[in-house]
């Protein structure tokens, strides 16, 4: 995966490379992995710009990428999954590749066939090649969507991007609200393509490519699925075929030279998929769920997923979402997106939960969208169903149901309707017409087309070709629902974190399929999706079967109601509806009281407008500046130290911290960057306004520990660097008489010094790696038969005191001091990790690289994490801390070790539980102690055979 941006000037003006750098910054979280310019001059002039998410051929694929004779040049986001068979067809052709990466295919495929290639390409992608010969920009996206990519013209002028952010870093879209969206967003919670939120921006929508030249801007659709029902083959027939092209799409999509995994959300969209491709890896698949607090207990996914998971045997990861660390992650995720929506909260938290082991993962999205299970999918079968009712049993059915009242009158109003209207008009809304006028201020009300969201979904209609009312609303979807919602969402999150999603089920022979197949195979009486339950029963493990449709959904309505009352008012007050000035205050007012007042059925519209105020914020009243500041520029010569800080909401800490790194390294000549994780509590604007000669790195989200190191180092001048926690004090000179013994010894790759707590105690942060003699000797107290020398000596850590110079396996990460040259090889920490784990790896790679990791007990420094004497027993740190190190292990030494080392660690726990519990249980002075260290080994035994069990 990969972010692309460019801009094309018609009349030949000179490309700006700050521009296309400063576009290119803002989708660095799509492609960490590195970035590429191409500007070409002349009239027209055009600039390209690449972010990549290395994938497939991870050294190969570096891009723009032309071919030989530079005619053409590609930008490219996305994956094809028969690049294969291309490949052969191109080397048929005469072509010779230099990569193994689907862009070389893409590129070359367009030079052969021009924009055909589109119609032989199975996967998602959106891209730009330039002509040189011709002069002509081509950008195109995939069939169904998946990958996204937006425009905007101005004078002559075109600029192009992954996101929209890249659009308004260019300076050529103004940071300005387009109120013709506003019905459609009342209307569907998301703005639909082709439309966006930003004046002059335009999204390309699904299956469509554009031709962009000195004539003009073409766009084309090259693409669709409006199919004709075909006669009924028998559900055995499309049984067989149906399960033929999921396997084999989901087998396409397990291709990638990084870590793999998949999504449960505990329906049989994501069982189907999880399934295939857990028999097809020639290993433990890594799986993923997520679970809800306050969620109703027949609304929780993790039961069902750890069912499969268990059934599967997958290596299983599951985590739960507070309604408060939903709300402190919206905004961020509002900006990210680029414009307000409903479902980021469980796209972000998945997501993020997946790239802390994985760079890839399979999601079941499209199964409901092709074969039907929404409640607005059964009503508008059973009105078909009503429909074809004689007229003498017709009339009295609706006779009764508008006396029945409530659902039964609104179902015979319904049904007075033509078919399509139903769903134009009525069904296809979350807001009804008059909701919509009156919540829109009425300076905008007159200007804009309040009927525009039903001709919108009454353009899609008249496309469609199907005859049962069920298959044109199930076209409707794929056209709507699916790219603008769900898969804009899907790309959006998983990007935030640099994690590729696949979609199996939207491989397009398989949709090109469904939308043939005739509604019977369907929907039924009692539940939809009839076609894919049978195709599950045959392909799903006995027991596993959920019923009923199944996904991540949030407990909205319980949080906004009893979690963010607060929030939503302050969010929301009339002053603050006032003066944002798009929609009518006083109507806002009501609508959230009565709301909040227990009338359920306001939850679409009051949660549109929350996300809409909190975006705005976030998004419309920012400043033009890109989102990620790069630490800025510094001339004159390389310091000898760079110190690298990464802060997180600890803002009187980290004045102490930079103050004592300004006062005992004034003899050394050195730049400190910091960088700042999205911080809530001022942080960043302390460090600008009190440390002016700081080196700032603002980061719109947080990136983590391990990328933001790797982001200062990226951009770090000195010839050593020293990384410091944000919660460390210098104390003394002796940080910088280390440095000046150290640094001529070029067989260091880390020095490590003393870190003792505020209290003056000694923190352990020196140890051995992993291994089953390790876990051996120390789990089972086998230890105590050591001399204390060589116990010091065997394990480090707790059983050292730290009194003596010596090489070392791996140390915490709050305190390294390293050469550039250690960075510039190994490439800093592992990015796979969001916390915890990033330090161990990377010493590993250091010294399979041939550099010691060494600790000098003549420099110390305070170190306040772990000022406090209690241990938080049930934080899930420690469990984390558990997961990466067996994780690291298995990685390291291969499967077979990596679970005989599980099964020891699992053991050992154990013994210790019963250990300590014989120990407490006999009193004495050290009971409590006793107690306390039964309970922090029942944590590990929990975390440990969970984990052995397939559960995290």
Known sequence: MCGVAGIFRRGGEPIDPGVLRRMSDTLVHRGPDGEGFHVEPGRPSVGLASRRLAVIDIPGGAQPMSTEDSRFTIVYNGEVFNAAELRAQLEGHGHRFRSRCDTEVVLRGYAEWGPSVLDRLNGMWAFAVWDRAERRLFLARDRLGVKPLVYAERGGDVVFASEIKALLASGHVPRELDPTALPHYLSAFVVPEPYSFFRGVRRLPAGHHVVVDEAGTRETRYWDCAFEEEPDAGRAAYREEVRGLLEDAVRRRLVADVPLGSFISGGIDSGMVTTVAARAAGEPLRTFTLGFEGSAKDKDERPAARRLAAALGTRHTEEVVTAREAAAALPGLLAMHDEPSQSLVQGHFVCRLARRDVTVALSGVGGDELFSSYPTHRVVDQLARLDRLPAALRRPALALARLAGGRGRRLAALAAMAPDVRVTRWLLHQTDAATRAALIAPSLRATLDLDGPARHLEEHYARARARHPLDRLLYVYVKTYLPDE???????????????????????????????????????????????????????????????????????????????????????????????????????????????????????????????????????????????????????????????????????????????????????????????????????????????????????????????????????????????????????????????????????????????????????????????RLALVEDFALYKLLSPARRAATLLAGYWDQAEERDVDWVAGAFMLLPRAVFEKTGGFTEAYFMYGEDMEWCYRIRDAGWRIRYFPQATIVHLDHASSAIRWGDRRVAICLERQLDIYARRRGRALGSLYHLVKTAGAAFRVGYFSVRSIAGGHNAEYNREMRRYYMLCFRTIAGLLLGNR
């Not at 939207?506 to 019977?520: K, N, T």
């Not at 963010?564 to 609508?591: Q, W």
């Not at 600890?650 to 960088?675: C, D, M």
């Open 486 to 772: 769900l898969l804009r969402t899907l790309d959006s999150m998983s990007m935030a974190v640099s994690l590729e999603a696949r979609v199996p089920l939207l491989d397009y022979r398989l949709v090109e399929r469904a939308m043939r197949i005739p509604a019977a195979h369907k929907m039924g009486l009692r539940h939809g999706k009839l076609l894919l339950r049978d195709v599950a029963a045959e392909l799903l493990p006995p027991g596993t079967m959920t019923r009923g449709k199944r996904g991540f959904s949030i407990p909205l309505d319980a949080w906004l109601r009893r979690d963010l009352t607060e929030t939503i008012r302050d969010v929301l007050s009339e002053a603050a509806v006032r003066r944002r000035g798009v929609f009518d205050a006083f109507a806002v007012s009501a609508l959230v009281n009565r709301y909040l007042d227990g009338d359920a059925r306001l939850s679409p519209p009051v949660t549109m407008l929350f996300a809409f105020e909190q975006w705005a914020r976030r998004v419309l009243d920012a400043a033009p500046a890109a989102p990620a500041e790069r630490a800025s520029e510094v001339a004159g010569p390389a310091p000898e130290l760079s110190v690298i800080i990464v802060n997180w909401n600890t803002r009187e800490i980290l004045r102490n911290n930079l103050a004592s790194v300004q006062k005992h390294l004034r003899g050394v000549a050195h730049e400190t960057l910091l960088v700042d994780n999205a911080s809530a509590d001022g942080s960043a604007d302390m460090v600008a306004a009190d440390f002016p000669s700081v080196r700032l790195i603002r980061n719109p989200d947080n990136v983590g520990f391990a990328r933001a190191n790797n982001q200062a180092m990226k951009v770090a001048r000195g010839r050593w660097f020293l990384l410091l926690n944000s919660d460390t004090l210098l104390t003394d000179d002796s940080v910088a008489r280390l440095l000046d013994r150290v640094k001529s010894d070029p067989t260091i790759g880390i020095a490590h010094c003393r870190l003792v707590m505020g209290d003056g105690r000694l923190q352990h942060t020196t140890y051995r790696f992993p291994g089953v």
